[in-house]
């Protein structure tokens, strides 16, 4: 195999249409963000381009016992309202520096190809704690962006995220300037141990906000419900475990 090959799975014509991209991170937030819009939009999207590397990891998926080389897809989405979509996802990101690059110039020859000319990547940023409000942290690449999206409530702070951007969301804002492509980056904040539905909600909510479309959020919901759960036992064994720690007292003996 080649270090890259894209399959073209179908054709479409797209009305002004937006990538959107949704790969794993921190927290999950974009993936998750991602696959509830095709899940939600199922109806409207169609499969149109799968892009195979040599940089993902050398490993296939397996479902009902048939395997799948790992890939990235874009699914293009009609909205009927509002502008179309692109929307990109996978399982994995590149395992270099190189394949990083070698990959988003790919997806943004695609997103150009299909007449593209602005891009969300969605994601997380972690805090290194649980949280109850969920904040979007937002980066541009272009500062004729910043009102529309503090308008839809992203917060952009000095120096955050800390570090930078990195691996393909980054990428998208650096590579998209370039090419005269606007970008965005919008990241919701969470804790980066657990997969994080709350936090993909809220970066949904912004995006419906800017490219004006409409979401049910019931299955996303769900599963916060079923991370809600997962966090309260944690919870409940810290402190089962605080509580089974021993004093002086407990050291103390008679001999």
Same mark, same amino acid.
């Given at each position: ?110 997103? *150009? ?15 290194? $704690?649980?949280? $109850? ?10 500062? %004729?962006?910043?009102? *529309? ?5 992203? *917060? ?25 492509? *606007?970008? %965005? ?13 709350? %936090?993909?909600?809220?970066?949904? $909510? ?50």
């Amino acid at each position: 195999m080649d270090e890259l090959e894209i399959d073209a799975v179908a054709e479409v014509e797209l009305d002004d249409p937006v990538l959107v991209e949704g790969l794993p991170g921190v927290g999950h937030v974009g993936n998750l963000a991602v696959e509830h819009l095709l899940e939600e939009l199922e109806g409207e999207s169609t499969l149109v381009r799968r892009i195979y590397s040599r940089e993902f990891p050398p490993q296939v998926s397996v479902e009902d016992g048939v395997s799948e080389l790992t890939c990235a897809e874009i699914h293009a989405v009609d909205t009927a309202e509002g502008r179309d979509l692109l929307l990109l996802t996978g399982d994995h990101q590149a395992q270099s520096n190189a394949g990083h690059y070698v990959l988003t110039d790919a997806f943004l020859d695609i997103a *150009e190809e299909f007449g593209a000319s602005e891009v969300y990547a969605l994601g997380g940023v972690p805090t290194g $704690e649980l949280i $109850e409000e969920y904040a979007v942290v937002g980066a541009v690449n272009d500062d %004729s962006l910043l009102d *529309e999206l503090e308008d839809a409530g992203v *917060e952009f702070r000095e120096d955050e995220p800390a570090g930078g951007i990195v691996g393909v969301s980054g990428l998208l804002l650096g590579l998209g300037e370039r090419r005269g492509i *606007e970008a %965005s980056c919008l990241m919701g904040e969470t804790s980066g141990y657990l997969v994080d539905p709350k %936090s993909a909600r809220a970066v949904l $909510e912004v995006l419906e906000e800017v490219l004006e479309f409409e979401l049910d959020y019931e299955s996303l919901d769900e599963r916060a419900d079923e991370m809600e759960e997962v966090i309260g036992k944690i919870q409940e064994m810290e402190q089962q475990q605080q509580m089974d720690v021993p004093t002086d007292d407990d050291l103390r003996y008679i001999g």
